[in-house]
C-alpha cells in the first residue's frame, strides 16, 4: 500500500505535561505534617557529602516505570502494570520495545523509601537530590507536588522536610518530560505523522547529531543536613612565586544568630596549611603545591582539601563540608592562554556521555575507563559536547588532571527568542555555579554550533557572554562555531575561538592533499579577523570498525588514519604563528544517533569503538600526543610510527 507522509509541526513546551502531576491527595493519611512550601534549589551547587553533621543515601537501583499516552492525566492518576526500570540510566535502550524507545513525551518512574528516625529531628532538614533528569521533571512525594525543574543535565535538590512521612514508607514519583520545543534547552519540534489510512504518530524532531536519550540520566540521592547548613562556597586562586592563594566566600541558610565561620585547608597528608575564622576571605599558603595538567608535571592534579564549619555560640559544631579545591591560574592574551603563568596547548576531544544499553546514565566503570583511555593517549583535555557531564567526572578530572572545557546544553541555537535567551541564561547560570570549584574546569563554552551567521545572533550572544562574565571573570568563554570567519556576527563576544571543520568528509570527501593548505588558510583568516586565540574543536571522520582500504577510501580506519594524519601537518604549520592554542578530534568514542541513512549504527568518528576498543588511530592519536608533551618538555610514553609532529623523525617502532 502506497503510504503518505503529512506533517504537521507543533511546537509543545516541556512542562505543560509535567504540570499534570499537581493533583490533589488520594486520603487523608497522605497529608503532610505541615502545609507544603516548596523549597527547590535549583542550582544544587553543592555535591551531597557524608561529614560529621550530614548523612546521604542513595536511591539508586530499581524503580517502576510506565509510558504515558500522549492524552493523560498525568504519573499520579496512572493506573496499570509497570515494567522494571534501571537508575540511574536512560530508558530508551532498556527493553525491546520501540515504543519506549523513540517515546516523546511523559514518563513515570516511582518508587518507595524510608527516612532514617534521626533524620525526624527538629534540628534536621531532608533533602532529594536529583543528579540530572532529561529533561522537565515534575517530583511528587506521598501525593504532593514537592518541585519541578525543567533543565536536563543538571542537578536541583528539594527539601522534603516538613513532607516526608516518619517510621513509614515514602512514597516517590517522578514525572518526566522529553519534549523539546522552541524555547527549550536544546530545542526540537515535535512532529505529528499522518499516514495514509490516517494513522497519525508522534515524532521528536531536533538537528544535533546525537541521540535523545532521556530518563533519570545520574544518581537520585536522599540527604540530611543541619536546619542552619552551608549552602554554597566559592573558590578562587592566585599564585605568586610559590606562594599560593585562596579567596573564598561562604554562605549559609537558615537561623544565622551568633553563627561564626572555622575554615581550615588541608594538603594531601592531611596536614592543616591554613586557617581563618571569617566566613568569607583569603588565605595564604607557603610553598604551595599547584595544580596542573596531566603530562605538564610529575604530580598533576594536587589537590587540597577545603573545610568550612558553621560554629554556635556555645562553640559547638552546625554544620560541616568539605570541598577538594586546586591551586592554579588561567590567564589569556589575544593570542595564547595560560595556566599558572605557562602557556597552554590544549590536546583532546570532543566527547558524549553515552555507551551501550545505558545511554546517557551515569556508570563509574565507564567513565574510570574512559579517564585511563585519555592517559593511554595522552590527551590533556576534553569538551563537555554539548552538555555539562556527571559531577563525578569533574571530581576524576581534578583527581588526574585533565582539563575540561565545560558546554552548556545550548546545540545548534537558532530562532533567538527573549524566552530561549532566558532559558539559555538560566542553564548556564546552574552549570557555573555546580562547576566552579573545579580546577580542571579552564574555559566555559556557552554554545555548540549556534546559528551565528543570522543577524539576530549578535546581541543575543552578546547578552550571553555579559551573563557568564557576569558570574565569572576567572575563565574565558567560548563557542564551538560552524560559520565562516566572515560570516560569523557572534564570536566577537568571546574570548577564545573554536571552530568546526571537516575537511576531507563533509567538505570534499576523499580529497586529502587539499586539507593543510585549506585549514591553515581558514583558520589564520579568523585569528586575523578577530584577534583572538584560535584552537579547532571538532574535525575528523567515521571509521567503521575492521574496514581498511588501501589507497585509503571514505569510512575505512585507513582513511580515518591519513586524515588525522594531514591535520596534524595542517596544526603544525599553524603553532608558529603563536595563535593555535589547541586540537580537539571529534570524537573519543562511537556514539548513538537518531536513525539515519547518513549513520550508519550511529556517529563513527571514534577512534576508540563505543565498547571502548581502539581503532587504528588510536596508535596514532597516542604517539602525536605524546610526542607534543615531549616537546614541551614532559615525561612522556612510547612514540608511533607515523607523522606526528614536526621535530620527530619517522621511525617504526612497538606501539604498544
Known sequence: MHLVNVKVLFIIMCINNCHADAKILKSEADKPSKPIELNVNAEGSLYPRETETREVKTLDGIWKFRVLPPVNTGCLGAEGPTILMPVPSSYNDVTQNVLIRDHVGLVCYERQFRVPSSWSLSDRRVWLRFSSVSYAANVSL???????????????????????????????????????????????????????????????????DFFNYAGIHRSVFLHSTPKIYVDDIKITTNIQGDYGFVSYETTYKGTTNNVQCLVQIYDKNNDQVAHSKECSGSLLIPKANFWWPYLMDSNPG???????????????????????????????????????????????????????????GWDPVLWVKNFN?????????????????????????????????????????DIFGPELLTNHKLALTKMINRDKNHPSVIIWSIANEPRTQKDPADAYFKQIADHVKSLDTS????????????????????DVISVNRYLAWYEEPGQLMDVVANLTHDIAKWHKKFNKPVLISEYGSDAITGFHAYPEYVWSEDYQLA????????FDQLRPEGFFVGEFIWNFADFNTPQSFTRAGGNKKGIFTRSRQPKSAAHLVRARYNSIAKSEGYVTQRESGYYIFKDEPIKRVDLY
Open 142 to 208: 506521598n501525593g504532593y507536588q514537592v518541585g519541578s525543574h525543567k533543565i536536563g543535565h543538571l542537578p536541583f535538590d528539594i527539601d522534603i522536610t516538613g513532607v516526608f512521612r516518619h517510621n513509614a514508607n515514602n512514597f516517590l514519583t517522578v514525572a518526566v518530560d522529553n519534549t523539546l520545543g522552541n524555547n527549550t534547552i536544546p530545542q526540537g519540534i515535535v512532529e505529528y505523522i499522518r499516514n495514509a489510512n490516517s494513522q497519525v504518530h508522534v515524532k521528536q524532531s531536533y538537528t544535533f
Open 302 to 360: 594536587y589537590l587540597y582539601t577545603f573545610k568550612i564549619s558553621l560554629i554556635n555560640s556555645r562553640k559547638e559544631l552546625i554544620d560541616t563540608y568539605y570541598e577538594k579545591i586546586g591551586i592554579r591560574t588561567i590567564e589569556w592574551t589575544n593570542t595564547s592562554i595560560f595556566i599558572n603563568e605557562k602557556p597552554l596547548y590544549l590536546r583532546g576531544f570532543g566527547m558524549h556521555e553515552d555507551s551501550d544499553l545505558r545511554g546517557k
Open 563 to 570: 586524515l588525522l594524519s594531514e591535520h596534524f601537518k595542517a
Open 373 to 413: 583511555l585519555l592517559q593511554w593517549v595522552g590527551a590533556n583535555a576534553f569538551r563537555t559536547s554539548h552538555y555539562p557531564y556527571a559531577e563525578e567526572i569533574y571530581q576524576l578530572a581534578d583527581e588526574l588532571g585533565i582539563m575540561i572545557i565545560g558546554e552548556c546544553p545550548s546545540v545548534d541555537t
Open 475 to 494: 575563565r574565558p568563554i567560548t563557542f564551538s562555531t560552524n560559520q565562516q570567519y566572515y560570516s560569523d556576527k557572534a564570536v566577537k563576544h568571546v
